[in-house]
């Protein structure tokens, strides 16, 4: 699985960190989505895929 | 309005339970997901009563959130005046440019960061409940001040000056004040705002505003609009979730005997409130900025176009078990409550953390807390913007 952020897109609402912690951060200066792990392992599936269901700028696209 | 169907019907506004939206939304789900209906306020426009078809919109920006207030106002011909740093108004790219530096004052880790603080408000509040002795209206005694210090904190407003701020903002919001004294609030929270800028720009400080100011970018105007619109919006807001929420808890004692045997289920419980709750109960407002085509119907420049955000989180579509229950192990899904697209609320986190602290410190304090009143003689919100409770008369 892989994960492409627009970081143009992010609105800073958080929802992809409170859904996969392990994969999404916010920059503390301005909240904007840090990817943490663009390979993430496949166990963290469903996590990533509820996050950019929930992301509400639609900047987040889960490739395969 | 420039078509020639006939107007379908006005917005659903009536509640036969006072805990669920309006019953017609479901026909309208069924059979007329994109209508044209009459506004409580007099304004026509679309209703939009779909769970996705309300996300569509909400993510499309060739609909305007430049309407003229939450409430009224038809197409705007012409955009009306946005207040300096209300940018809840505002499209992108200027939007963008004021959400921007706030965003990174409202994220996820920020906001754990202020749980101690919270929870050190909400204690307090409890204890002078506890004080006072039971029965006590919630709304006033607990719900209403717990996000009002709150935005205390976050803003910088010095303690010497919140009991003020707290008045001033509670008369803001009263329906039995005098309009005048409404107006005075308004006025006296407007120079309060400007005379913490000034002071800030003063003496640089840790908080929002502070560091708003250093970063140069605001005028003072703006900044003191960015700071009356966090009010705004994070005040009543959050006031009727804690009260609503209780209320919703007490009618439903299976819910709350699942969250007493097991406290691990607040977090989904609090999503579960937001989407079961869902106070904006008329929906979100927008513009078309040009012609859209949304199932068959053509949308025209200048309409209004509502978001019925109350109705697309009860759509069995999205929601397939029974969605008309609160059930608080409901697998988290994304809800509307906070809407969607660019505006999506930008103090969700704060108010998630507001939500549990109060809701938990509550029910853990006063184990045998009851209405004190039938249900049915509660007052409701019917005609607010913010659903909710006008007085919530609590017993233990
Ligand atoms: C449970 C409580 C709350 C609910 C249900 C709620 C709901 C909403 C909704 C539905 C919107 C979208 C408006 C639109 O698209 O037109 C919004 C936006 C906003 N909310 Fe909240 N809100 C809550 C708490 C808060 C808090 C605590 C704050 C801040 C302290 C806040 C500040 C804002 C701001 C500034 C916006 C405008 C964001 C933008 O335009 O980019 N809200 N809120
Ligand atoms: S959910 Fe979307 S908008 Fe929110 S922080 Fe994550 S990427 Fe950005």
Redesign the interface.
Known sequence: MKVIIDEDKC?????C??AAPDVFD???????VVLLDALPPDALRSQVE?AA??C???AIEVVK | MTTSQPLTGTQPTVRTCPLDAPEEYRALRAQAPVAQVTFPDGAEGWLISRYEDVKTVLADQRFSANRPTLTGGGAADGAPPVRPGWFIFMDAPEHTRFRRLLTGEFTVRRMRQLVPAVEQIVAERLDAMAGAGSPVDLVQAFALPIPSLVICELLGVPYADREEFQRNSANMLSLTADAEVVQGAWEALRQHMHRLVRAKRAEPTDDILGKLVQAGELTDEELAGVGSLLLFAGHETTANMIALGTMCLLENPDQLAALRADPALWDDAIEELLRYLTIIQYGLRRVALEDVELHGHRIKAGSLVVTALSSGNRDTEKFSDHPDQLDVARARGPHLAFGHGIHQCIGQQLARVEMRAALRALFDRFPTLRLAVPAEDVPMRHDMVIYGVHELSVAW
């Open positions: 609105v800073g609402a958080g929802q960190v409170l916010q920059r503390d200066e301005d909240g904007i509820n269901a929930l509400p700028a639609l």
